[in-house]
């Protein structure tokens, strides 16, 4: 083995052939990542030969539009067009190599769904529809649609408005006055940890209207968890920075917003995310009592009518509603909190 290195010729076949070897691993790590980000594509496209080649059961009502078929087709379209950018674009290639491998087994669940539901109907038709039913609520309902989202974003807005106004002042009250946290505290103990939405038989007595009753819920579930954390933030401060600031001068008003809170911010950031999830909890119970529209009115009575399809569409409105208010909220956290950046991802 020695002369065998020793020897030049031996020596020289040996770096040839790790050489080789070397190159074969990095060409095979790059198709490998080659076809990671050809996954989406292959998923929808083993999503749509499962959807044309086997028939709907006739059990299922027959839709009168193919929308799944023309959606699978659009998206089909998309992740071969951002395949194609891929090699181009050096943050769609990392994506698609990084989400690849579970969008292909995402598409494996969509399979394996309509085959339980449309395909076979291994499960009760009236509570499981189609595909194509479910999507053809969005096509044919997208006036009331659009009015139930507007209508329920006004309310969660306001509430949520009122809720963490409301709760930020108490907080900051409670965590920089001794006397305050002293004579209120205790209060709070007591109704703060009761549920917003056990209140809405004593608050649709007393509000006006349903839309009242309903602002109050969602603003009474938001603000118990950013007062919590606003005044624990604000508590939790170090004293060397009031120290400081009262030795430089500082006066009351500067010492809680140039002090107590920019150092709370981390704390009152998590206390709006808990509030905006129980918002949400709250939102959908208190639209199912007495709202004119709303998305949690809108499945209530879908399913007093048994249309099981609306249902559905009304639940993926959730997601993609609450999905994009806390992508709002932790955008407008990374700007803030910059220096804690990827400390709590979403």
């Known amino acids: 083995m020695l002369l065998l290195f020793k020897n030049p010729v031996g020596g020289s076949f040996i770096i040839l052939w790790s050489r080789k070897i070397f190159a074969r691993c990095v060409m095979g790590r790059k198709c490998f990542a080659l076809i990671k980000r050809l996954f989406p594509a292959l998923g929808i496209l083993l999503v749509f030969l499962v959807q044309v080649a086997i028939p709907d059961s006739s059990l299922h009502p027959e839709s009168k539009h193919h929308y799944y078929e023309g959606l699978l087709f659009i998206l089909l379209g998309m992740s071969l067009l ?70 329920s974003f006004r309310l969660l807005l306001l509430g949520v408005f009122w809720g963490v106004t409301v709760g930020f002042i108490t907080g900051v009250f409670l965590g920089f006055s001794k006397k305050v946290y002293y004579w209120i505290n205790p209060y709070i103990k007591l109704i703060g940890p009761i549920p917003a939405t056990a209140w809405i038989p004593l608050v649709l007595t007393t509000f006006p209207t349903p839309f009242g009753a309903s602002v109050f819920i969602i603003a009474l579930a938001v603000w118990f968890p950013v007062q919590l954390m606003t005044s624990s933030g604000i508590q939790n401060t170090s004293k060397v920075y009031f120290e400081v600031g009262r030795t430089l001068g500082a006066g009351t008003f500067f010492q809680v917003f140039r002090i107590a809170v920019p150092a709370a911010l981390p704390n009152i950031f998590q206390g709006a995310f808990n509030g905006i999830c129980a918002a949400f909890i709250a939102l959908m119970t208190a639209e199912m009592f007495g709202a004119k529209y709303g998305i949690g009115w809108y499945i209530s009575y879908q399913k007093a009518m048994m249309m099981y399809s609306g249902v559905y569409a009304g639940l993926i409105m959730i997601a993609v509603f609450c999905t994009v208010i806390i992508t709002a909220l932790f955008k407008v956290r990374g700007k803030l909190l910059g220096w804690q950046k990827g400390l709590i991802k979403w």
């Open 82 to 151: 951002f395949f194609a950018l891929s090699f181009f674009v050096k943050k769609i290639r990392e994506d698609l190599t990084e989400k690849g491998p579970f969008l292909l087994g995402a598409a494996g669940l969509v399979i394996v769904i309509n085959l339980a539901t449309a395909k076979f109907a291994l499960l009760p038709v009236i509570f499981f529809p189609t595909y194509d039913n479910i999507l053809s609520v969005f096509v044919e309902q997208t006036v009331l649609l659009a009015k139930c989202i507007w209508y």
